[in-house]
T-cell receptor
């Protein structure tokens, strides 16, 4: 019962380096999401993919790009990492429906940028 | 735009007692959903309960219930018979409905500590 799998779990980058966070789900969900969680704050939506082949910006998309590789996989890329992107990143997925389907989250990736 | 406000940064409760975690929301949408998630110290996000804006009955899931007061725009989580394992961060979130997917907007969370 893997659910949503994120890799890596931890990463340290230097300012200016690039990195791709991977996410895969095995629940046959249509929609996938990337969030970031900063201390003292709730999760904020970075990008989402309502269905395979589509992606859209969320609340805080600047500095990120995404790829919905197929129905299972949704990756998040930092092209030139900045210290302000130090955060915990969560991937989530949900079944397509009327919007009442709960999102299932991965365990998160702790990313530090020096 | 949607907004969630959780005014209680931290709450303490004794084991076996009930506790209410507050959540108020602001939305211009007619159709919306309200969600509660639990985040233990291990970091994962666990879905607890959902309430739709048109649901007439308050949602219940085991020891969790959602006290939905639409006129007051509140969606408080009630945990009955608290257990030590309930110690965690709790997040309230909202999303527009009828779009086939969700763009969740989260509050800042409430840290619950259950003592023996």
């Amino acid at each position: 019962n893997a659910g949503v799998t994120q890799t890596p779990k931890f990463q340290v980058l230097k300012t200016g380096q690039s990195m791709t966070l991977q996410c895969a789900q095995d629940m046959n969900h249509n929609s996938m999401y990337w969030y970031r969680q900063d201390p003292g704050m709730g999760l904020r939506l970075i990008y989402y993919s309502a269905s395979e082949g589509t992606t859209d910006k969320g609340e805080v998309p600047n500095g990120y790009n995404v790829s919905r590789l197929n129905k299972r996989e949704f990756s998040l890329r930092l092209e030139s990492a900045a210290p302000s992107q130090t955060s915990v990143y969560f991937c989530a997925s949900s079944r397509q429906g009327s919007g009442n389907q709960p999102q299932h989250f991965g365990d998160g990736t702790r990313l530090s940028i020096l | 735009a949607q907004k969630i406000t959780q005014t209680q940064p931290g709450m303490f409760v004794q084991e076996k007692e009930a506790v209410t975690l507050d959540c108020t929301y602001d939305t211009s949408d007619q159709s919306y959903g309200l969600f509660w998630y639990k985040q233990p110290s291990s970091g994962e996000m666990i879905f607890l309960i959902y309430q739709g804006s048109y649901d007439e009955q308050n949602a219940t899931e085991g020891r969790y219930s959602l006290n939905f007061q639409k006129a007051r725009k509140s969606a408080n989580l009630v945990i009955s018979a608290s257990q030590l394992g309930d110690s965690a961060m709790y997040f309230c979130a909202t999303s527009r409905m009828n779009t086939g997917f969700q763009k969740l907007v989260f509050g800042t969370g409430t840290r619950l500590l259950v003592s023996p």
